[in-house]
């Protein structure tokens, strides 16, 4: 399994950074590309990789909030332009409302797509020939958490959330968990972790790396700051911060 980070900002923008985005992919396996989250810019990261937006026939949602979803019809107009016009839209319970609701504001772009849509719930399914597990995070929105396993490797991707034990629970033995780590340890939030919360909720688990991502402006110039601060929070595993465009290959861990 291979994952990209498409974007790892937040609803604020820095100009660095596009909003959250992942593209999965499986270059020795049964499993096909697959988007997860679309936010603003994801696209653009979308576009700068091999399989780009004409690859990609399946997208998953944690939630609905916009800076997760608001690159979503850019896709589809994208995907159809280019003679794309199938698409898998998975993601909680509201996922086909939401995009329904998307395409009536715009009524070129009716009739144009053959869609297959799946709402999911915590437990285990398969999308795009992935197994996954979800579990409900802890957000101002209804939001899944998901753990991604392919015969090679497991990666699990917090969505937006608190740090919380089902979280940990669900990522352990992951190769990579991309965790959302939005502001630093002297900003007082909720919905988000701080790095310290991060650490102490991590300690113990079993994680071959950690990704800190969803990064609001507040976290510019700080990074090592948050990045000793998990540590010293009680996760002494490896903790890095994730980057637009990085490509991380899990077989090799």
């Known amino acids: 399994m291979r994952v990209t980070f498409l974007g790892t900002g937040s609803a604020m923008p820095t100009g660095e950074r596009y909003q ?77 409302e939401l995009v329904r609701d998307l395409l009536s504001v715009h009524e070129y772009m009716q009739d144009r797509f053959e869609f297959t849509f799946r709402e999911v719930a915590p437990g285990e399914f398969s999308v795009a020939g992935y197994d996954v597990e979800a579990v409900e995070t ?9 753990r991604f396993e392919t015969d090679d490797a497991v990666f699990t991707f917090s969505g937006d959330s608190e740090a919380i034990d089902e979280i940990a629970d669900l990522a352990d033995g992951s190769a990579i968990l991309a965790h959302d780590c939005s502001f630093p340890d002297d900003v007082d939030v909720d919905n988000h972790p701080t790095p310290s919360q991060l650490g102490e909720t991590l300690a113990g688990h079993d994680l071959g790396r950690v990704y800190l991502t969803h990064l609001y402006p507040h976290t510019d110039g700080r990074h090592e700051e948050m990045l000793e601060s998990v540590q010293e929070a009680g996760f002494d595993g490896d903790v890095r911060m994730a980057e637009d465009g990085l490509t991380v290959d899990l077989r090799r861990r």
């Open 20 to 96: 959250t985005g992942l593209l999965l992919e499986d270059p020795d396996g049964d499993a096909d590309p697959l988007m997860v989250d679309c936010g603003s810019g994801a696209l653009h990261g979308l576009a700068e990789t091999d399989v780009g937006y004409e690859g990609v026939d399946t997208l998953l949602l944690t939630h609905h909030h916009l800076d997760h979803v608001s690159d979503l019809m850019v896709l589809l107009k994208a995907r159809w332009l280019s003679g794309e016009t199938e698409m898998e839209i998975v993601g909680p319970e509201g996922t086909e």
């Open 138 to 146: 802890v957000h101002s929105m209804y939001c899944l958490a998901y």
